[in-house]
């Protein structure tokens, strides 16, 4: 019986066996067996040899389990060649402004990349079920084009609960809303007279644009779709959206970022940078901002709690050129630039990169997405890239 085996056999047995299988097999073997992978203990000691560095506590044992799947498949990838868990799209024939991940699980399979470019159009590529496709070349996509747009596409955002509704904005002046599934646009969201520079999803069928007029504009879309409030109070267009859900933050090209109480329309807090702030993400209590200086920028980290954003540090993030843009997770941090570079490193925010991807060649790289353990890119090479672990699944 397992109830004589001493613990500490059983944890040392299953440092041998990835994340993934514990979860998904071996907590369903016995219930000494679940109990261990159920408590907080047993993830924080399975975590310790990647060192501790997120900038806030984790919550929950959910969390400290996808932390320790995460430095796993991705600590595990940056020791590899690049080219290994590499492939390349082409089809847009303008350079690529924007990118996003549908629907992704953690190995990047049967998700849906799309890419609004400066054609004005938004690709989409869909990747095939693994078993179908054994191999990353081209030949484990299908794409197709949706063409509404009259100008560049530069936003694009996802419904949290749906996998197939699209938003795209851009500098026609335009939100659009698409059917990814059927592949057609369902909705024409008109009141911009501007150029729509950033778009978010703070929660189910609440969408909100920020302008290169310098306003915020939050929509509820259950029909008929309204305009339900404004947000004013930038001095430059709104570049980029996050949100804790209630809490909004924006980044302007005024160099600052503010952090807005949707429930109340008023703004909180803001922070002024040395210059540009051309992307921040929010994620798990962590807010990361990018500042678009020459000849480089610094990253600047915050942590999110009781409502006031609090700054932790700054690092230079190693590109020889403005950087573009960032996204976490609880693992490690993705950095862009104009270098053509993404550069990869963990939290503990080493001077080298654990991994620096250089799948456009040079070429600026205009935006990156990462969600679970996926990244994509895109950038004026025309082109986007996907870089998936080859054993990222939990």
């Known amino acids: 019986s397992f109830n004589t085996v001493p613990t500490e056999l059983i944890v040392h047995i299953f440092s041998f066996i990835p994340t993934r299988v ?5 907590a369903l073997v016995c219930k000494t067996f679940g109990e261990i992978l159920k408590s907080d203990w047993y993830w924080k000691t399975r975590h310790s040899p990647y060192g501790n560095h997120f900038p806030v ?53 049967n998700a849906v990349i799309a890419a609004g470019a400066r054609d004005g159009n938004i690709y989409l590529w869909r990747r095939r079920r693994r ?31 749906s996998t197939s509704l699209l938003c795209s904005g851009g500098w026609d002046n335009k939100v659009l809303l698409w059917d990814v599934a ?39 879309l259950r029909t008929p779709i309204s305009h339900t409030s404004t947000l004013t109070g930038h001095k430059g267009p709104v570049l980029c959206l996050g949100s804790t859900g209630y809490y909004v933050f924006s980044a302007s090209d005024d160099k600052t970022v503010c952090m807005w109480d949707r429930r ?28 678009g200086g020459r000849p480089t920028g610094n990253v600047n980290i915050y942590s999110f709690t009781g409502g006031h954003l609090d700054f932790l540090q700054a690092f230079n993030p190693g590109h020889s050129k403005p950087l573009t843009c960032i996204s976490h997770n609880l693992a490690m941090i993705a950095t862009s630039s104009q270098d053509g570079l993404v550069n990869l490193r963990s939290w503990n925010l080493a001077d080298k990169p654990l991994l620096s991807l250089n799948n456009h060649k040079g070429n600026s790289i205009s935006r990156i997405h990462w969600n679970g353990s996926t990244l994509v890119a895109g950038g004026g090479d025309m082109t986007v890239s996907l870089w998936t672990p080859k054993s990222a699944s939990l």
């Open 57 to 109: 506590e984790f919550e929950g044992v959910s969390q400290w389990q996808l932390a320790c799947a995460q430095s796993e498949i991705l600590t595990a990838a940056c020791s590899r060649d690049p080219t290994e868990n590499s492939c390349t799209m082409k089809g847009p024939t303008g350079a690529v402004d924007c990118v996003l991940l549908l629907d992704p699980d953690l190995h990047g399979t």
């Open 182 to 220: 059927a592949g057609q646009r369902v909705e024409n969201i008109g009141t911009h007279k501007f150029a729509v520079l950033s778009l978010l999803f703070p929660e189910s069928h609440v969408l909100m644009t920020g302008c290169f007029d310098k306003q915020i504009r939050e929509f509820d």
């Open 22 to 26: 514990l979860l998904r097999t071996v």
């Open 131 to 161: 078993e179908e496709t054994p191999g990353r070349s081209m030949r484990s996509f299908t794409g197709s084009v949706l063409s509404e747009h009259t100008g560049r596409v530069w936003s694009l955002a996802s419904d949290p609960t």
């Open 264 to 291: 109340t329309q008023k703004r909180l807090q803001k922070v002024t940078h040395k210059s540009i702030v051309t992307w921040l993400h929010y994620d798990h209590g962590v807010l990361t901002v990018t500042e």
